[in-house]
């Protein structure tokens, strides 16, 4: 029998993405303040799905943040998009699920900020919650709107700092990246500038690619995995998409914000992604660097911002993560049995961190006789 290797960060199976080093947790959670929770439906034979919430700090509503978005392709929806672009604000946590249930959680997130924010009940004040959704219909009976506004109160309730589990829980409990088990990853990088340490974070949920396509620190992994990983039935006409979130503590604009969630966009490419004609690769970021109150009636604020020059450590950040975090998703993945009994395989750890030991091996004799 092959031996098994259990659920694992990519880190523990030997694969050390980029040069930049990770935060404490290597989760977008090393971004002081922000916490993450999930509620995973995985229950009797064709409910496989969830809800993860991203809170970007305690008191949201109030004390709102700079964001900003990228679309690569934009076959895929992340509610509250079109103020995000217009106000470059964030006001409400970030809520991922699946394709059908965005009203749901939508509805959910609203419910609980007029509960718990006073001026939204009071003033009848009109929030738009951003959820972002992926097609977990291969896996889970979608159709059926299993997710409800309970579940995403159990999502908030569980949101919490430091590490936080990844792979098929919550929002990507039903999702499949590159052919394989995919879901919910995350990873960190530290930004230093003028002796200040920052923090770049990165979730994504992953539900996107080809095997054939997949790549891991640049080899071809994919390739040399597929017929590894034996024959099955895979999904051919749900292209998947990918929902990336951003978060950091340096203190941007805008526009910064922006530039920041395009280079997301590259660290998905590394990893295989065609952004094919039905697939959403959509990713919205934050930056806690800076806080603007709701209740400040005076028409000046001041900001801090770092000069554009000095973006390009955060560029790098962005990119090594979002990789990291896709893989995180997949490695942390177990196979999984759902609608249809439709049957997803995790990656095969014990293979993949063969192929890595056997890439490296041939890169460092490659090094040594150039």
Known sequence: MKKNIPPQGIRDLGVKI??????????????????????TLDQEENIRTGVTVIMPN????????????FILNGAGELSGITQIKEW????????????MSVGHVGQGISKWMSKKFNKIWDQRYVIIPVVGECDDSFLNDSINFHIEEKHVLEAIKDCKTGEFPQGSVGGGTGMVCCDLKGGIGSSSRIVSMEGIDYTVGVLVMSNFGYMKDMKIDGYPVGQILEPLQGEYLKRVDNYGSIIVVVATDIPCTVNQINRLCKRAALGIG???TIAAHGSGEIVVGFSTGNVLKHDNKKPHSKLNVIMEDHMNGAYRAVIEATEEAILNSLSYSDTMKGLDNHEVPGIDRFELKNIIEKFTNLKEKLRDKY
Do not use: Q, W, Y
């Open 270 to 272: 590394r990893v295989g």
């Open 88 to 99: 470059g604000i964030l006001e409400t946590p970030i809520a991922l699920t699946n394709t």
């Open 58 to 69: 305690e008191n949201i509503f109030n004390k709102k943040l700079i964001a900003g978005s």
């Open 18 to 39: 980029g040069e930049m080093p990770t935060g404490k947790f290597n989760s977008i959670t090393d971004v002081k303040g922000v916490k993450v929770g999930h509620c």
